[in-house]
């Protein structure tokens, strides 16, 4: 780990301990590595000792990290723990703020940032680290002039910076009313993940995708940021990441929501601007084939299928008990139940279906299914626009000023009117009667359950 870094780590966190914010706390380390093991051994000397490591590769799950074992976030900090406090020494350190931020955790207080590790600012400007931020820069460079000289009448690039779903989902669906009010006619959107390219072929920009890596991102914002943006030509899709005026923070003032953000702070849309429905593939001949094909293969009924999403990166996981309940009271009615989960790590509910679905075809999958019910994510603003039951769990916590569920309402984002968007109440009994009571044959079930004390 570089001088430096460790020296702005040292003083960080001899900052966080004056300010008492080790007091009688369950200290977390985010990240099993390198500087994990440093934030151990700094508190060490300071009699201050790590309770827990977390980290997200599966494989160092179980695992241990001079003496402290390592465990997946979501099996330790979940339910949430008000006691915990966690350092984070990454240059994924925004995708983590994200992730802990479902759970419930607070930025600069309960998530606490270590090390500036792909910031835009150096906490000491040595000759070394002088090089190495032009070095950054000058890679960063590189990619952009790539992009650039793969279409020298380019007018705008695109940048989303993070790997997330939603935000890559919302940032496209302002896109085309930008291009349109600035006479954009060539563009390039740059992206690094699979998962947000389907994004851009939902709404007719594939042809418009630069792939690039993680760490060329970070060279890339890292170029923009020094150069102005490139001289206005790049427009990064993103609240909080890279800007420093942390307008992110803002978030749910005076009904301030997600979509606003982008719309208004980063697109500066006329207001009362509506985002895109995105319709590229809608209904196309390999979009309905590909429903038919999933739905026979999984015996599945049009019509007749609940899918659940009980996974998020955005709001904490609910009692598995919940899940298993309304299975059974579904199954009871002769529903197909499916779990939408993308890897192994996101386990089917007991007596369901696993189903994972591409996402260019999403809308089509839940519209032939008929009923969606799903903590809130990113996908749920993919299937906001589906002709079908979407029934939205919302954390029952604060975002900023005001509640999680004012920001990130579908409904008030205008991506859909007609989602029925309910506030967990930590009450299983109780969320079974609200959401079972949404779906078609239940009312009369649910009297006679109620009057047998069920």
Known sequence: MEHSLLIQMHDKIDEFEK???FNNKFIVVFGSNEPAERIMEYLASKNIFVNALVDNNKKKDGTFLNGVKVTLPDKLLLPKNNKAVILIASKYYPEMVVQLNGMGYKEGTEILKVVEYSS?????LTEDEFEKRCSIVLRGEKIYKNIIDSNSHIQK???CPLIVLGDAYVGMSCMREYIKLNNITEYALVLVNRACSKIAALFGFDSHVYSITREEMNELVQYAVFSDMADKKILILNHRHPYTCRIGEIGNYKNINFMDHFRYSI??????NMPEVPNSIRDSKESKQYVEQLFNKNRLVKG?????FPYAKTAAKLDEKFWIKLVIKLKEQGYKVCTNSSSDSEPAIEGTIHL???IRYALETVEAAGYVIGLRSGLCDVISTAKAKKIIIYPDRFYGPDSFINFFSLNKMNLCDDAVELVWKNNIEEMLELILGEIEFHQAVLFVNKDKGV
């Open 304 to 308: 007749k299928t609940v899918i659940i």
């Open 120 to 124: 835009f600012s150096a906490p000491v």
């Open 157 to 159: 690039i695109f940048i």
């Open 356 to 358: 994972f679905f591409d």
């Open 267 to 272: 697109f500066n849309l006329p207001e009362g």
């Open 19 to 21: 300010q008492g914010l």
